[in-house]
């Protein structure tokens, strides 16, 4: 780690470091089928929008990333420049399991909200280190720009103050895209 990195983290605290750390990282592509059926392809599905990725890596974390799966619906289902997914991380799962862990999965989603969730079955690694994972039953949520770079992230409950910080780093991204038009 560089002594910049070193010293915002002693500094300023992790939080606050998670944007300057993260900044010019990108998200591991992924093709993945959302619970509706749909193909999903990352970074691409982001390509000229803004993306919020909210990823689980256990099944203590689903109360948490479903929490922010219903806030940023109620953002933004129905926007053209926002997409939003709830990405469960399955690659531990064993193979013969993974079909069990996804119709229970399934059965418990609305089906409005299918088409957000998609699990990732491979690269779990990679998704760890981006999100900067630390404890097993947090949500990770990534801001994520149209080229698939982390511009933003927390982790955690879905409170005031951290979806106030997501609809800062959206908002700033989206005028941004608005700027180069």
Known sequence: ????????????GVEACLPVVAQQARIPAVKSVSMAGDTVELPDALR?????????????????VTTWGRRLAAEWKDSASVVYYEMPMLA??????????????????PER??????????????????????KGDDA???VVDGEGRVVWQTQGGATDAAFAGVKERVAGLR?????RK
């Open 92 to 109: 531990g799962v064993p193979r013969m399991l993974r079909g069990m862990v996804t119709r229970s999965m399934k059965s418990s989603i």
């Open 175 to 179: 005028g941004a895209s608005e700027a």
């Open 140 to 142: 990770y949520v990534l």
């Open 48 to 64: 000229g929008k803004v993306g919020v990725l909210v990823l689980g890596f256990s099944k203590g974390s689903q109360g948490q």
């Open 1 to 12: 780690m560089g002594w910049r990195i070193q010293l915002c983290l002693l500094v300023l």
């Open 113 to 134: 909200a299918q088409s957000r969730f998609v699990p990732i079955t491979s690269d779990e690694d990679a998704w760890r280190a981006l999100a900067h994972y630390s």
